[in-house]
């Protein structure tokens, strides 16, 4: 205790400086685990906050029993590693692709295009993918009516909309990633490819052994980075894509948006603070066991 009384008083600024962020962290993520306690009782609102019925782990038992807690994680890990794959895959490829643009201008201007879908808000997403999927007046079913085809009510199909999120996940990100990987490849020193040019490499080679390689950090680090959050889906883009319509919760249902659910449509606190807790431990669970196995693999890429 000493030893730290005397660190204060010796970097106190820099403290001071810190002491913005400590608060934060208090008010919007210590001091709201009190809650936790919610998830063992059945919740009623006469009975106030601390007054409700304790029932132990019956709602969590009922989430497994229901099956709901297995669709829920299925749903949330599933997404994510395909978010996560697909997304830094494809941001790898359209990286390397561009880097080897010798356009300019073309190539800035690709650039800006692939980014500009980060900005767009998901509730401007949901809009467009409404305008174009919507059975009555969407352009798909006006498209297919042109051609004499048979409209198709895209709302009522829950298997598309697994390809259809993940699609869309792809189309607002992509560009963001990119842009990571991008900055990545220009910091590569221009001498390794000279040297392969030398040695008879042709652009494929010096693609595979060069620039592949050298990515490998980045990758690792935003993979980790990535797992630290697997629990936790897209919430925007899962509820303003899909809203409150039941007919597609067996695919696109995720814990965040269960949870979102029951605490604005059924008002069950006990079993969204259950499934909330859930996500919170099945989450470091998974990253302290990611983390360990990569610092058995390579201690430099592990997070701790």
Excluded at 96 to 107: N, Y
Excluded at 135 to 151: C, I, K, R, V, W
Excluded at 231 to 240: A, C, E, H, I
Aim: with cysteine; charged share 10%; net charge neutral.
């Amino acid at each position: 205790m000493r030893h730290f009384l005397q660190e204060l008083s010796r970097n106190r600024i820099l403290f001071l400086m810190l002491l913005p962020t400590l608060i934060y962290f208090l008010i919007n993520s210590y001091f709201p685990m009190v809650g936790v306690y919610y998830a063992f009782t059945q919740f009623d609102f006469n009975s106030g906050l601390f007054d409700s019925a304790f029932v132990g782990l019956k709602n969590f038992e009922f989430l497994w029993k229901s099956g709901t807690l297995f669709r829920l994680t299925l749903n949330t890990v599933g997404y994510n590693l395909a978010f996560i794959v697909l997304g830094n895959v494809l941001a790898i490829v359209c990286a390397i692709l561009l880097s080897e643009l010798r356009i300019k201008w073309f190539k800035k201007m690709t650039q800006s295009i692939m980014f500009l879908p980060y900005f767009v808000s998901f509730v401007i997403l949901s809009v467009i993918v409404y305008n174009v999927f919507n059975y009555d007046s969407g352009f798909l079913n006006t498209l297919l009516a042109q051609f004499g085809a048979e409209p198709v009510d895209v709302y009522n199909k829950p298997v598309i909309w697994i390809f259809l999120i993940i699609l869309f996940y792809l189309w607002k990100n992509l560009g963001y990633s990119m842009v990571i990987y991008l900055a990545t490849i220009t910091g590569i020193s221009e001498e390794y490819y000279e040297a392969a040019k030398i040695d008879g490499a042709n652009i494929f080679q010096r693609i595979w052994y060069i620039t592949v390689p050298m990515l490998k950090t980045t990758f690792v680090m935003l993979l980790l980075f990535a797992l630290g959050s697997i629990m936790k889906g897209q919430f925007d883009l899962f509820y303003q894509l899909i809203g409150n319509n039941g007919v597609l919760y067996n695919t696109t249902d995720i814990l965040d948006t269960y949870v979102f659910r029951s605490l604005k449509v059924t008002f069950d606190v006990g079993m969204a603070t259950a499934a909330g807790l859930y996500q919170s431990l099945f989450g470091f669970i998974l990253i302290m066991t990611v983390n360990w196995i990569i610092r058995k693999i390579n201690d430099e890429y592990a997070l701790f």
